[in-house]
């Protein structure tokens, strides 16, 4: 195993950062951060509580009252917040957007950034996002930014909803993956960027393996 050290993976939504960060980790025995998830949890307790996606205040203090765990159930990383396990309810499309719009505001950000930076406190850790390696861990020793064509990673997510049973047609996933995009890239409020010392890689004719291989090859450069 290498050193333990810290390693950041941003990248654009299903540019295949999840299955290559968890491959990775497993690799070299590091936990994973799924920082998405924990957007996309405070996106879908806000709905549940009737709370506005615009309500900076309101979602903050949501924010602030919420526990983060991430548990491996039956052989799958699981999150779990508050106690109860929200892995499942959130990976619809819909939440994910909402996660965007969640994304915005600085409040509901500085109160993650602080959590995900004490989950990786002790190294050894795997952490994935859109401000990894520019906000939350610039100092981690490895920084890759995943990137992949909006065509190929619009035709993954759809194979994935496919998988789930959820069939939404190609062109309205490719048209939300472009949105989602756009509003990571252009928020005021630590915007999904690729900083200079991140490693590019694109993974658009690249296996989820060959991908992950290409990141612990590095891993053991860097460690
Ligand atoms: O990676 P994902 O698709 O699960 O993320 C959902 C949304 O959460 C994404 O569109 C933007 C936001 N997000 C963020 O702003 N910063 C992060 N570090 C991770 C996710």
């Known amino acids: 195993m290498p050193k333990r050290i810290v390693i950041a993976i941003d990248g654009p939504a299903s540019s295949g950062k999840g299955t290559v960060a968890r491959a990775v980790a497993r690799s070299l ?3 994973y951060i799924d920082t998405g998830a924990m957007y996309r949890c ?3 307790l806000a709905s549940r509580a009737g709370l506005s996606l615009s309500d900076a205040d309101g979602l903050s203090q949501l924010t602030d009252r919420l526990r983060f765990e991430f548990v491996w159930l ?3 990383l699981s999150i779990v917040v508050n106690g109860e396990d929200l892995s499942d309810a959130i ?3 819909s939440v994910g957007r909402g996660a965007s719009n969640v994304a915005v505001h600085a409040q509901v950000r500085s109160a993650l950034v602080l959590r995900q930076r004490a989950m990786a406190d002790e190294g050894g850790v795997v952490m994935d996002g859109r401000d990894i390696g520019s906000v939350v861990l610039p100092d981690a020793a490895l920084k890759i930014y995943l990137d992949a064509s909006v065509d190929v990673r619009a035709k993954r997510r ?6 789930k049973g959820q069939s939404i047609p190609l062109e309205t996933i490719r048209a939300q993956v472009s949105e989602r995009d756009q509003q990571d890239r252009e928020r005021t409020e630590s915007p999904l960027v690729q900083v200079d ?3 590019y890689l694109d993974t658009s004719a690249l296996s989820p ?3 992950a291989q290409i990141i612990i090859d590095l ?3 860097r460690a």
Do not use: P
């Open 197 to 199: 010392d991140a490693v």
């Open 209 to 211: 393996q060959q991908a």
């Open 91 to 93: 990976r619809f499309e």
């Open 42 to 44: 405070v996106a879908l």
């Open 219 to 221: 891993a053991w450069e």
């Open 158 to 163: 759809h194979q994935e909803l496919i998988q």
């Open 29 to 31: 025995g590091f936990a």
């Open 74 to 76: 039956g052989g799958m």
